[in-house]
Nanobody, 118 residues
Framework: QVHVVESGGGLVQAGGSLRLSCTAS????????MGWYRQAPGKERELVAR???????NYGDSVKGRFAISRNRAGNTVYLQMNDLKPEDTGVYYC????????????WGQGTQVTVSS
């Protein structure tokens, strides 16, 4: 089993910043990618950012230029630096890990709430 634990959510005013962290532990075989999705009330879950095994990154269109994803040297912790936050960034942010070699699986955290007030 792989455990995924997020931290760093909270309440912030528009224009402010937050930093989320996510650590994967347990039966790590190979982390192929880690990242963040978010879900706002009444909306589908959407990609925020992910970092791949080759350190390449992908971002959702709405956060490009404002958010940055990075990871530690061991590759099992990712950080999401969120700047210039907007009320539409409000939602539950979920971290996920894709772990495995021949077969790979996604593991999800419980989610952390981010609320941006206007």
């Amino acid at each position: 089993q792989v455990h995924v634990v997020e931290s760093g959510g909270g309440l912030v005013q528009a224009g402010g910043s937050l930093r989320l962290s996510c650590t994967a532990s347990g039966r790590i075989v190979r982390i192929n990618r880690m990242g963040w999705y978010r879900q706002a009330p009444g909306k589908e879950r959407e990609l925020v950012a992910r970092i791949n095994i080759d350190k390449s990154t992908n971002y959702g269109d709405s956060v490009k230029g404002r958010f940055a994803i990075s990871r530690n040297r061991a590759g099992n912790t990712v950080y999401l630096q969120m700047n210039d936050l907007k009320p539409e960034d409000t939602g539950v942010y979920y971290c996920y890990v894709n772990n495995g070699a021949l077969d790979s699986y996604d593991y999800w955290g419980q989610g952390t709430q981010v609320t941006v007030s206007s």
